[in-house]
């Protein structure tokens, strides 16, 4: 019986040799699923103060693997995020500009650091008698994802990093099934409302998502976002999409509780849904281990819907397949 997050959570020693034995087993199970046989598209969501393109030189050597493992054809896309970065919002970016006039002014324009949101104290944090967490901007971070999957979708998965890897999950939970509704239940308790970029209207003028549901979503040392509102309704109901989750046993950055949180938000829970890593807070994209484990789990989740299109398709051409009499003798009265 697969053991879920809180086993997980409440037993220190699932890192034992032992453990990590059973974990590799249930990987190269996954990895048994053959690749799909068709080209697959990934939306590739850097973290905080990074950009696309250094998110894409990041993963270079990850995406050669891709590659390889994907016979068919792999294509990522790596959009910037739309929110720029100063010295002002984090002091250890002044200098890291490229200066060509010698100006603060000129420094902080050219800085190449981009956000998804800005985190924004309302007073105490988010310990006893704080006010928690806003995420100034995210609308606008969104937006501008709203924007890629019109523009250059559809695609089949989400990867993202550190608050990538949180945009990446509200990604997957804007565009499944009745997410909507779960906003606009959140909204009388100062829930934020569901982004009207994720909307557009059809010829009868009622409204759908943008994109279909995502067949699943990655998350590196990503985490879930602080406070009970404005944010519960990407996480309530739990998210549905199949995600991955990756944690570094010396991430200092991120802590080990908010990504567990994250993946409590999450219907799998399953530990396999889980991947340690030995390292901080970074994309392990030569770590053979955890590469493994990503592309047992994207086999694995397309080799399902592959087989589930496939029964679907028989059980079609077996009704067409029918005689007419059978169905004169009252078929369509007996369901």
């Known amino acids: 019986m697969p053991r879920t997050l809180s086993h997980l959570i409440a037993n220190t020693q699932l890192l034992s040799p032992t453990n990590l034995r059973i974990r590799s087993h249930w990987r190269r199970t996954m990895a048994a699923a053959p690749p799909p046989s068709r080209r697959i598209k990934l939306l590739m969501l850097h973290g905080y103060t990074q950009s696309g393109s250094l998110f894409q030189a990041k993963t270079g050597a990850l995406r050669k693997t891709l590659s390889k493992a994907f ?6 896309v790596y959009p910037t995020a739309p929110i720029r970065l100063t010295p ?3 002091s ?3 200098g890291t500009a490229t200066d060509t006039t010698g100006g603060e002014q000129k420094q902080e324009q050219e800085l190449d650091a981009w956000a998804w949101w800005k985190r924004k104290d309302q007073g105490g944090g988010n310990g006893p008698g704080g ?3 806003t995420y100034e901007g995210i609308e606008i971070g969104l937006g501008h994802i709203a ?4 523009e250059q979708g559809p695609f089949d998965g989400v990867v993202g990093f550190s608050q ?3 945009c990446a999950a509200m990604v997957a939970s804007l565009l499944e099934p009745d997410r909507r509704a779960a906003f606009q239940a959140q909204v009388p308790k100062g829930g934020l409302p569901y982004p009207q970029s994720f909307e557009s209207d059809d010829a009868s003028g009622s409204s759908r998502a943008i994109h279909p549901p995502l067949k699943f979503a990655v998350s590196y040392s990503g985490f879930l976002a602080i406070g009970e509102n404005p944010y519960q309704a990407f996480y309530d109901p739990k998210i549905q999409t199949p995600m991955l989750h990756f944690l570094g046993t010396q991430d200092v950055v991120v802590e080990e509780k908010r990504s567990l949180a994250l993946v409590q938000a999450c219907v799998h829970q399953e530990e396999r849904y889980v991947v340690y890593h030995p390292g901080g807070h970074f994309l392990p994209s030569t770590q053979k281990a955890s590469v493994n484990a990503l592309i047992g789990f994207i086999k694995e989740v397309l080799h399902s819907e592959e087989e589930a299109a496939g029964a679907g398709k028989k059980e079609e051409e077996s009704v067409e397949d029918m005689d007419v009499p059978f169905l004169s003798r009252g078929y369509y009265g007996l369901v």
């Not at 016979?71 to 990522?76: N, Q, Y």
């Open 71 to 76: 016979p068919k054809g792999i294509e990522l």
């Open 88 to 90: 002002a919002d984090e």
């Open 92 to 94: 250890w970016l002044a």
């Open 131 to 133: 006010k928690g967490y």
């Open 147 to 150: 924007s890629v999957l019109k």
């Open 164 to 166: 990538g890897g949180a």
